[in-house]
Nanobody
């Protein structure tokens, strides 16, 4: 199977920056879209940013211009650089990947999630 391991969360003051990293490992044939979602207490999980295999990024409106998503296909890694953080960015951040999984001589696609990393922005 495939595992996603996130790192880089923490506590930061408003206006500060954090860098989240997520590395995929396991029976990977290839990785298509990689994304970051977040879930604040009492709210639904929402898409923050997505990046295609070719490197085309897409952001939710509230983080456009403040967050930057990138990936290194050679390392199966996706990065979320967050700047000008606001208290409303406080949430658990989850890495997500659409993976073509290698199973013997077969390849099938599936979606995997990381365990989540807490980001807390104080005012």
């Amino acid at each position: 199977q495939v595992q996603l391991v996130e790192s880089g969360g923490g506590l930061v003051q408003a206006g500060g920056s954090l860098r989240l990293s997520c590395e995929a490992s396991g029976s990977i044939f290839s990785i298509n879209d990689m994304s970051w979602f977040r879930q604040a207490p009492g709210k639904q999980r929402e898409l923050v940013a997505r990046i295609s295999k070719g490197g085309a990024p897409d952001y939710r409106d509230s983080v456009e211009g403040r967050f930057s998503i990138s990936r290194d296909n050679s390392k199966n890694t996706v990065i979320l650089q967050m700047t000008s953080l606001k208290p409303e960015d406080t949430a658990i951040y989850y890495c997500n990947a659409e993976v073509d999984v290698l199973a013997g001589t077969t390849v099938y696609d599936s979606v995997f999630w990381g365990q989540g990393t807490q980001v807390t922005v104080s005012s």
